[in-house]
Structure formats: structure tokens, C-alpha cells
């Protein structure tokens, strides 16, 4: 019953900045770790980050060059990335479950729910 929404994709060069917004409706993530994964076509998904009220998370692919946050008045967590290259060009979800993203959070099987995803195309 809960569903994800994410905004903020699109078309850009290599070198841009783009804010990935992943809002729910029916639910709140206050209690939840909610992480970031992309997927390109024929790849495998792939976690990117992760927040939770114990820490945050990033894969080395990305680390300082993204940043994850959390809005707790609007419930929205958004993906700031910065210095983006065309190897992350992917498909991109945001998805929740109940715990702790020191807890295995790239494993995307723990995950309940995924947003529908949204397309970063970065180009050279």
C-alpha cells in the first residue's frame, strides 16, 4: 500500500549536478532505511546509498561525488549528485524497508518496497 515517487532525472553532460527526489504516499520513512539503487541494461541492480537514523552509506563508485538526505518535515530523501560521469547512466529507484542500513543495505532483497524508477542519462 505504500508507493514511491521519484522525480528529478533527465538528460545531462558529463560533469553536471542532478537531485533525485524519492517522496512516499501512504507512509512516512522516519523508521525506515531508505537506499538508492541503478540499474543499466543488462547489468545487475546496484546500490548506491543509503540512510537511516544510525548512518549513511555510499558505494565507492560514488563516494564524494554523491550525497544523500533526508527532508523529516516533507518525509522526502533525496540523492544530490554531483560530477557525474557517463558510467552513471542507469536507471534509478529508490526503495524502504524496516531496520538499519548498517544491516546489509545493498542487498536489494531486503528492500519491501521500490519506487518505479527514474532515467539519468549522462553524456559525454
Known amino acids: 500500500q505504500v508507493q514511491l515517487v521519484e522525480s528529478g532525472g533527465g538528460s545531462v553532460q558529463a560533469g553536471d549536478s542532478l537531485r533525485l527526489s524519492c517522496a512516499p504516499s501512504g507512509r512516512r520513512f522516519s523508521r525506515y532505511a531508505v537506499g538508492w539503487f541503478r540499474q543499466a541494461p543488462g547489468k545487475e541492480r546496484e546500490g548506491v546509498s543509503c540512510?537511516?537514523?544510525?548512518?549513511?552509506y555510499y558505494a565507492d563508485s560514488v563516494k564524494g561525488r554523491f550525497l544523500i538526505s533526508k527532508n523529516r518535515v516533507k518525509s522526502t530523501v533525496y540523492l544530490h549528485m554531483t560530477s557525474l560521469k557517463p558510467e552513471d547512466t542507469a536507471t534509478y529507484y529508490c526503495?524502504?524497508?524496516?531496520?538499519?542500513?548498517?544491516?546489509?543495505?545493498?542487498?536489494?532483497?531486503?528492500?519491501?518496497?521500490w519506487g518505479q524508477g527514474i532515467q539519468v542519462t549522462v553524456s559525454s
Open positions: 540512510i537511516s537514523d544510525l548512518d549513511e
Open positions: 526503495g524502504f524497508y524496516d531496520g538499519s542500513c548498517a544491516t546489509n543495505w545493498y542487498g536489494f532483497w531486503k528492500y519491501d518496497n
